[in-house]
């Protein structure tokens, strides 16, 4: 297949929790590849502006939407503004999520419930919801973990087991879609320098030695990965859980 300069033109495109980190990153590669951008955010306004007037000022098409992915009703009635919007919807990438650790048995109930709102019920709804409008050549790209196949560190098991689902919910929804000319993937990050891990904190102290590079991820990195997902050249892919993370499950 030929490539374009910009695979994603005249495509739409909603990233949940896309005002900061990895989200932000993959508004920004999605909007550089052709397609109009819509991101979600909870509690930073000002960092999704950021966003939306970084994509403007390259000529792209983007809004910001608050939507607590914790809330089905937000996550749904931000699918419904984006389709308003733009008029459609080509991809979805559920990108929000939330880590709330500790040892099992002093897990609050309360952060166990808030978890699995945010990083399962919350890709359940937008995906459920996304794909009603979707056509075929539509793309579904779940941001998982690559803790899923490798514990680096205690602590994460709730964690963990919300991407865990994500993992589950993917293999099975490709079939579900695959007849309609959908794809469904996941993308599951390793250690990357976000503002939940930098790559100077206290988790790197525990992984960095086991990264095949030596280094974390850069959030542009696993933003490339996404953007290939969500082109054409990626039409014979789906239902993959594909890991990077720099060779640390290796």
């Not at 980190?21 to 590669?29: L, M, T, V």
């Not at 998982?144 to 991407?163: D, E, I, Q, R």
């Amino acid at each position: 297949m030929v490539q374009t300069q910009n695979p994603l033109a005249e495509k739409v495109a909603l990233v949940t929790g896309g005002s900061r980190s990895i989200g932000a990153s993959i508004a920004q590669r999605l909007a550089a590849n052709g397609a109009a951008v819509a991101i979600t955010y909870s509690a930073s306004p000002d960092q999704a502006q950021k966003v939306v007037t970084a994509i403007e000022a390259q000529g792209g098409r983007a809004i910001a939407i608050k939507a607590d992915a914790g809330n089905p009703e937000a996550v749904r009635a931000a699918v419904t503004q984006t389709v308003e919007l733009f008029g459609r919807l080509d991809v979805l990438v559920n990108n929000a999520g939330i880590a709330i650790n500790a040892p099992i048995e002093e897990y609050r109930f309360e952060d166990y419930e808030r978890m699995l709102a945010v990083n399962v019920t919350g890709v359940f709804v937008a995906t459920q919801q996304a794909v009603r409008h979707m056509t075929s050549g539509g793309r579904i790209i779940h941001i998982g973990s690559s803790m899923t196949w490798y514990a680096a560190f205690p602590t994460a098991s709730v964690y963990t087991l919300t991407k865990g689902a994500i993992s589950g919910f993917n293999r099975s929804f490709a079939r579900d879609l695959g007849p309609r000319g959908i794809t469904v993937n996941t993308v599951h990050p390793g250690p990357t320098d976000t503002d939940m891990n930098p790559a100077n904190g206290p988790i790197a102290a525990i992984v960095g030695p086991g990264m095949a590079i030596g280094r974390y991820g850069q959030p542009s990195e696993i933003a490339s990965l996404v953007a290939f997902l969500a082109g054409p050249e990626a039409a014979f892919i789906t239902g993959a859980d594909i890991v990077a993370d720099g060779g640390l499950t290796a």
